[in-house]
């Protein structure tokens, strides 16, 4: 039986993300000896138990906890299937002809793979917002004159409060149609 839609869009968001913490790992290899270049990652058995291994180590020593958290999960998951090794592999060689040419990696490229691989954004009610759009909403937000902020002291981005308010009104009329 062929793959369902949405076990395509659900396999499509999975490449993305295993796609982007490639990326992290290659460019993070690239600024720190303890990370293993993708090259090195792929080589070898079991390249899935590879990767688990590598973010692993990236989260428990360096952070990045969002990009690679989900990615290990994801890769373990799939340790042991078919094809897995070999899907990994291009998915890696990829990566790296990414990183090769960093002018790409300055622009949104994410968020322009995000809508390629996510054709039915609606359906999971997940819509990407562009560079120049959260830009223009940071600017109109947190307009330096009302918000002093001084972005490299810790302490001060903590006072910081930020809500979906889109999510709280979904979320207090969900609880009222439960009352």
Known sequence: ??????????????????????????ILSDNDARVQKLSHTVSGSD????????WGFI?????????FTIARNIVLDLQGSPGT?????KLAETAEDITKRRAALRHDLMGR????????AKYFGAYYTTVPAAALLLKLTLDPDDYPIDWS???????????DLELVAKLNGAKAEKE
């Open 1 to 26: 039986m062929p793959p369902s839609n949405r076990d395509m869009q659900v396999a499509r968001v999975a490449s993305l993300t295993l796609a982007n913490a490639m990326i992290f790992q290659q």
């Open 47 to 54: 390249v899935a138990k590879n990767f688990a291994g590598v």
């Open 59 to 67: 989260l428990d020593n360096i952070n990045y906890v969002p990009i």
């Open 85 to 89: 090794d070999e899907a990994l592999k």
């Open 113 to 120: 793979i995000y809508h390629q691989l996510l054709a039915d």
């Open 153 to 163: 002291d810790l302490e001060q981005i903590k006072k910081l409060r930020i809500a």
